[in-house]
């Protein structure tokens, strides 16, 4: 009932968090390193760690709300390869999974997977999140 009044960035922000949690789940085990990484996002966005596990408990009842900019869909892609780099290992269905929210968050299936490997390898190499995404800038204008 209470969803009824959530603002938009609430929504945003729920979708967000469950589209990552489906990611932690998709190796078939949640690991403790992926469910921080959740709850901080969630905290630095002023939900309380309960909000957040119960959101992720009850991730099928939430509508994704997709972005509206280049910006925010950047930003969500960047959380997405960071959880999936959170455990150390990067599955082949974690790789797959990101490179298909990029295609639902609206980049074009041509350059998807260079998106999310530029990010890995931004990531791992500690380049800043703004650095990245200066450099992914070109396949940004879809």
């Known amino acids: 009932m209470f969803g009824l ?13 469950t ?11 949640l690991d403790p390193a992926e469910i921080d990484f959740i709850i901080g996002i969630g905290t630095r966005h002023g939900m309380r760690a309960s909000e957040v596990k119960s959101l992720l ?11 509206h ?4 869909r950047f930003d969500q892609i960047y ?8 455990d150390g290992i990067v599955d082949e269905n974690e790789m797959d999974f990101c490179m298909h929210m990029a295609t639902r968050l609206g980049f ?18 500690g380049l800043t999140r703004d650095h990245i995404k200066q450099e992914a800038q070109a396949y940004l204008d879809y």
Request: net charge neutral; hydrophobic share 35%.
């Open 19 to 29: 589209n990552l949690g489906a990611l932690a789940k998709i190796d078939g085990h």
């Open 79 to 86: 959380d997405l390869v960071e959880m999936m780099l959170a």
């Open 108 to 125: 074009k299936k041509s350059v998807v997977g260079v998106l999310v490997r530029k990010i890995t390898t931004g990531v791992k190499d």
């Open 5 to 17: 009044f959530e603002s938009e960035e609430t929504k945003k922000l729920k979708s967000h968090l």
């Open 57 to 67: 408990a009850d991730s099928g009842r939430v509508t994704p709300q997709l972005p």
């Open 69 to 72: 900019n280049d910006s925010e």
